[in-house]
């Protein structure tokens, strides 16, 4: 800096405390090495007793076995020794690092199958969904076999009293794309309409009820705070992900809760932003006129274009962002932050020569900043997530086993790396690990831990990219080992309901299998080396569609693997478990942090 410039190592002591408070570990980690002076400012700010505490309020299956483990209290933290609670975050991080990252074939985890609090569900329900935060653990529940009701119902888990604190049942639609922020008390789900001239509706509960469980006022079949259509997206909108974020930014704008919620219709789409607020609605709040009696519920309504809002407790929304996207876009793969927002389009199988594309939408001036070739045509993207260290850079992984790494602000891919291929959308999982990031993939039956520290930019290191890339795979659990017990209850799911003739999804595969084979056949029976110059094109043609079936034929064999077989349906992590939800509906536990030697295979001693 020039002579008589202000650098940071001159601002005041204050000013000093107030931006480690907004600062991660891993940057104060780096910035105490500064030089003297800065080290003694973070140490005298206490900024590592501050950190330590709030890390193991706000993971409680943490706070537990960290005492435990140094045999202290939560007093003991306040002790005058300042170096203390520095040395014993850095314990932490290493200690579950080092767990994490034990040799699968040295130690095994912890596994505990059907056995935590958040596993209880009815004979006639099985768990279809997992959410997975530090303070609460939501599921969703739906029908086990094909012969129970088809009603749904979702459960709020506290992690630091292990008690189930909210219910939601007897919901007619399946709750899809459930986000939830604690901090605002607000639980959002995208309800399918079943009826195609319908648009979607989004649901929006609170989180934790106004009175508890245990009250006997408490009605768990009580309606949504608000159902707001999505009918300004669309005649027919169908909405194809939920993103939620708290405490969002726009310019100088705060919003407390934001979700991002891509609609498409019609060959277009419409990724909108959605600011919701908790509020009470009141005819002063409106004009006299605006409100009627409804003779169903007898409450005082408002109809608007995106529903009706009842009188008292609901949520206010506002769209905060438009943008229009001339493409279909993908189920389930999104996500933004206050810079950037990611999506990919989809290719309409009748064109089999599209490209799988990532549009980037730069969220200062809401408009589509590029559209990246990403993926083969027909790759359905499994996973996509903003790195939480680089604002810039986006991670994703695509259904043929490819982790590519996107720098959005120059519009180009920057490296891919062959990963075992995720089985669905809900088996990728991305968490940010004292400062690290890790991806977790779930195949048929095996979860692989990835630590994506690799180098991003191609460089003359870079070029060891090969050997340094075989200690990302830090870790794989499996839960090969209760797949066996497991499949007779999937058969019992897909047995057909009492008067229904035995056809089953398999034979129903196999029949369409039979079908497209002979299609393959005869398409292949006509092509023939052109003769003439017409029939290039007809040749050509053929060429197209026989792609497009061998490729289709390929899905149905995968398709009928998945049914038949016991499989990962969905995998969530924290900082010291891997929750694993299977199709059957059996959630598998596994406790990194109690990993123990893993017997010697082979005979009994």
């Known amino acids: 800096a020039k002579e008589g410039e202000a650098t940071i190592e001159s601002l005041p002591v204050d000013c ?15 910035f105490e090495r500064v030089n003297k002076h800065i080290y003694h400012v973070i140490e005298t700010h206490q900024y590592w007793r501050k950190i330590l505490k709030k890390l193991l309020i706000s993971h409680p299956y943490l706070s537990q076995k960290c005492y435990k483990t140094w045999n202290l209290s939560h007093e003991d933290l306040d002790s005058e020794d300042l170096k203390l609670c520095k040395k014993l975050y850095k314990n932490l991080a290493q200690n579950l690092n080092m767990h994490w990252k034990q040799k699968s074939d040295l130690y095994e985890p912890a596994v505990y199958r059907n056995d935590k609090f958040f596993c209880q569900h009815e004979p006639s329900q099985k768990i279809l969904n997992l959410k997975v935060t530090g303070d609460y653990i939501v599921t969703v529940l ?16 506290n992690r630091h009293t292990e008690k189930c604190v909210n219910e939601l049942t007897n919901l007619k639609d399946k709750p899809e794309y459930l986000v939830f922020s604690s901090k605002y008390n607000l639980l959002v789900a995208k309800a399918h309409e079943s009826c195609r001239t319908l648009p979607d509706t989004i649901n929006i509960w609170s989180l934790l009820p106004d009175k508890p469980i245990t009250d006997p006022e408490f009605n768990p079949e009580r309606p949504p705070l608000r159902s707001f259509v999505l009918r300004s997206s669309g005649v027919g909108a169908r909405c194809t992900s939920l993103v939620l974020k708290e405490d969002f930014y726009f310019g100088s704008s705060h919003k407390e809760v934001v ?16 600011s919701l607020k908790r509020a009470q609605f009141c005819p002063e709040s409106y004009k006299k006129n605006a409100w009627r009696n409804c003779s169903r519920s ?77 993926y083969e045509p027909r790759i359905a993207v499994y996973g996509a ?24 602000n120059l519009g180009r891919e920057l490296t891919k790396q062959r990963v075992p291929k995720p089985m669905a959308r809900a088996n ?19 979860i692989h831990v990835f630590s994506l520290q690799f180098p991003l930019y191609p460089s003359q290191e870079a070029r060891m990219d090969r050997i340094e890339r075989r200690r990302e795979h830090i870790r794989t659990v499996s839960i090969h080992e209760d797949v066996y017990s497991m499949v007779e209850e999937r058969n ?6 009492p008067g229904f003739p035995v056809l089953d999804p398999l034979l129903q595969l196999q029949q369409n299998l039979a079908t497209l084979n002979q299609v393959n056949q005869a398409i292949e029976a006509n092509i023939v080396g052109p003769h003439l110059p017409e029939e290039v094109d007809r040749v050509e043609q053929f060429l197209v569609e026989f792609r497009a079936v061998q490729q289709r034929i390929h899905d149905l064999n995968q398709e009928m693997e998945a049914r038949i077989s016991v499989a990962i349906e969905a995998v969530a992590a924290d900082l010291r478990h891997i929750f694993v939800l299977t199709n059957t509906g059996d959630v598998i536990t596994f406790d990194i942090w109690d990993s123990v030697q893993k017997k010697p295979a082979g005979g009994m001693s």
């Open 16 to 30: 000093l405390g107030l931006i480690l408070d907004m600062l991660d570990p891993a940057t104060v980690a780096v």
């Open 142 to 157: 739906g029908p086990r076999t094909r012969s129970d009701q088809n009603i749904f119902a979702i459960k709020v888990y």
């Open 259 to 274: 979700i991002m919620a891509p609609t498409r219709y019609d060959n277009n789409s419409v990724v909108r932003f959605l």
């Open 298 to 374: 007898g409450k005082n309504i408002i109809s608007t274009n995106s529903g009706i809002i009842n009188e008292g407790d609901g949520v206010a929304i506002e769209e905060v962002g438009r943008v229009m996207v001339p493409h279909l876009v993908q189920l389930g793969t999104a996500d933004f932050s206050d810079k950037w927002a990611i999506l990919f389009s989809e290719a309409p199988r009748e064109l089999p020569d599209r490209q799988i594309q990532i549009i980037v939408i730069d969220m200062s001036t809401m408009s589509v900043k590029h559209m990246l070739k990403a």
């Open 385 to 408: 997530s903003l790195h939480q260290q680089d604002p810039d850079i986006a991670v994703t992984v695509g259904k043929d086993g490819y982790l590519k790494v996107f720098d959005l």
């Open 428 to 446: 990728c999982h991305i968490m940010d690990f004292f400062g690290t990031t890790r991806f977790l993939l779930g195949s048929i039956t095996d």
């Open 492 to 497: 019992r799911q897909l047995a057909p309901p």
